[in-house]
């Protein structure tokens, strides 16, 4: 099997170490003193420059980095891909992880096998992508897309196979995951649903969302048996929607921008979340997401 990897080894680095040794040494005296002083300076430089450029990485940007991946090879950060995959449904029994950390470093599952290549074709059939079952740069590009938080499949069910709706009524202008059928349904008892907005989270771009959510649920109404009634802030009601940062204690933690946009709890939970951490607008533009 072809062994990839993005680390330097032991002997490159002895070997770099080796070089500026030498180099080092030739320098004239003054030269030398003053080194270590550039050397301090470049490594704070550096460090500065790393930590603002990934202060908010893309939580699907590792995915790039396994582009042209295919079966019969050990990839650095296949991991990572697996617990993606897993997450959302195309791994069945695979064991997942919220320690991102130790899955980009992990040695122990950077094998591209048969139950991966498997779970990509089924995803690339979900997406209406060629059926190549590596990771090509269609496939890579958009599993890299914001996305909603639930898996596309569920104990085994596929949700975004309902020939009863036409596909593109499943997608939208970003052509990924924006929602998943979850099961459950409302007993028709309540059709008549009171809705509040959680404003505790102050988030940019989302100072009209009382009024967006209004505007939404009045359209369901009219194509729907529901009927929809504001409630304040403090009152109970059959949906709450609310924007989140990070780990906000429902088991689904938000993984900031880009990545995951949001979810939602089926019924009759009536629960749903927004990642607050995104970029939202009323008129998105680049690198901006619709409000809900």
């Excluded at 919220?98 to 997406?127: M, V």
């Amino acid at each position: 099997a072809n062994i990839v990897s993005h680390q330097l080894t032991q002997n490159q680095v002895k070997q770099k170490f080796s070089a500026a040794s030498r180099a080092l040494a030739k320098m004239p005296t003054r030269t030398v003193l003053l080194f270590p002083l550039l050397l301090l300076f470049l490594a704070l430089f550096a460090h500065t420059i790393h930590s603002h450029s990934h202060a908010h990485p893309n939580p699907f940007g590792f995915i790039k980095d396994l582009e042209g991946s295919k079966k019969g090879q050990k990839v650095y950060g296949l991991p990572q891909l697996k617990n993606y995959l897993a997450k959302f449904g195309y791994l069945q029994g695979h064991a997942l992880s919220n320690d991102e950390a130790n899955l980009a470093s992990s040695e122990h599952d950077d094998l591209f096998d048969e139950n991966l290549e498997s779970a990509i074709k089924t995803y690339q059939l979900n997406h209406r992508l060629p059926v190549t079952g590596y990771l090509d740069s269609e496939t890579v590009k958009q599993m890299m897309k914001p996305r909603c938080g639930h898996p596309d499949i569920i104990n085994g069910t596929n949700t975004m196979h309902r020939p009863h709706l036409p596909y593109k009524s499943r997608k939208s202008i970003y052509g990924a995951s924006l929602y998943a059928f979850t099961g459950g349904t409302w007993p028709s008892s309540e059709y008549q649903l009171t809705y509040r907005y959680l404003s505790e989270t102050a988030v940019p771009g989302t100072e009209n969302m009382a009024a967006v959510l209004d505007d939404a649920l009045q359209k369901w109404a009219q194509v729907s048996p529901f009927t929809f009634e504001a409630v304040s802030e403090g009152s109970e009601s059959n949906l709450v929607f609310a924007f989140y940062e990070g780990d906000h204690g429902d088991g689904e933690p938000f993984d900031g921008p880009g990545g995951i946009l949001g979810h939602s709890f089926s019924p009759t939970d009536g629960r749903s979340h927004f990642d607050g951490d995104e970029k939202w607008s009323e008129n998105p533009g680049p690198d901006e997401t619709d409000l809900p």
